[in-house]
């Protein structure tokens, strides 16, 4: 696995700080910059030495998808440790979700821990993880290094590593350039200042924006293409998927409890469904 100039820039980085003794890094890479790719290839440094890893994420997509990557990186097949799949406990990767892991309380041996999209790294289930591997390197990586309650993460992580930004990527043709439209404009909604929204006040502010808004704007902007939109929590996507449903527009609601099989029926790329709701995971 070859890496990008950039992925290899902050590949040094992380592994500079750790000679120095930060065991505990944040790193941060724009969407689409390739940061499975980049922990697959730090992991495989690891596994030449012996070493075992733990790869941690919150979604089955994003466990499958680093499970794919580090097994191309490293010719080793992972152990996926997660609801529904069956464990294989030898394997020195293991790719576990973070909800099976803090219910069942039986923590693999690893010297490196890379927890994927790290932004949730503050609530207690990761906090409990941390805590069980005190002499082991850290390593959270995610886009949005943003907490909903407006605190930083210094105490997590000690050392914060910036890849390319969206800008570079673009100019460099790793990336396409994007529109942002705003879609919703006479809303009177209260916007926080200096953090973001809270959960209340996301599910507050969704009341003002009608499903039916949301068919509008997507038949404006972005007719007949396929889509996934993003509600705030399970049944504000469920009210949208009913309302494209009623416009004759094929869509289906996905979130966290959706079952294996619908959810892999879903998102198959032969699926033609224009719009994909998701509730909040």
């Not at 990186?73 to 997660?82: H, L, R, S």
């Not at 099976?100 to 906090?127: C, F, G, V």
């Not at 099989?261 to 790329?269: F, N, Q, S, T, V």
Request: proline residues 4%; positive net charge; glycine residues 8%.
């Amino acid at each position: 696995m070859k890496l990008r100039d950039y992925q290899e820039i902050c590949k040094a980085k992380i592994e500079a700080n750790w000679r120095k003794g930060s065991h505990k890094q944040l790193a941060v890479m724009p969407t689409g910059a390739g940061k499975t790719v980049l922990f697959a290839a730090l992991a495989s440094e690891f596994t030449r030495k012996n070493q075992g890893v733990l790869v941690v994420a919150h979604r089955e997509e994003l466990i499958i998808q680093a499970a794919e990557k580090l097994a191309a990186a490293t010719g080793i097949i992972p152990g996926i440790i997660k609801a529904g799949y069956k464990p294989n406990v030898d394997a020195p990767i293991q790719v576990g979700s973070i909800q099976t892991l803090a219910r069942r309380k039986k923590y693999p041996e690893a010297n490196l821990i890379i927890i994927d999209e790290a932004h949730h790294a503050a609530s207690n289930s990761y906090r409990q993880l941390i805590a069980q591997y005190p002499d082991a390197q850290i390593l959270g990586v995610t886009a949005t290094p943003q907490r909903i309650d407006g605190y930083g993460f210094e105490d997590l992580f000690e050392k914060l590593v910036v890849g390319a930004t969206t800008g570079q990527l673009i100019a460099e043709g790793h990336l396409c350039k994007f529109k942002m439209i705003g879609g919703f404009t006479k809303l009177g909604l209260f916007t926080p200042k200096g953090r973001d929204f809270t959960i209340k006040e996301l599910e507050r502010a969704a009341t003002k924006i009608k499903p039916e808004d949301v068919v509008k704007c997507w038949q404006d902007y972005c007719f007949g293409k396929k889509t996934v939109v993003f509600a705030v929590n399970v049944s504000h996507s469920q009210a949208i998927a009913e309302q494209f449903q009623r416009n004759g527009i094929a869509a289906e609601h996905l979130d966290g409890e959706t079952p294996t099989g619908e959810r892999k029926a879903i998102l198959e790329p032969t699926f033609r469904t224009p719009s994909v709701t998701n509730g909040n995971y």
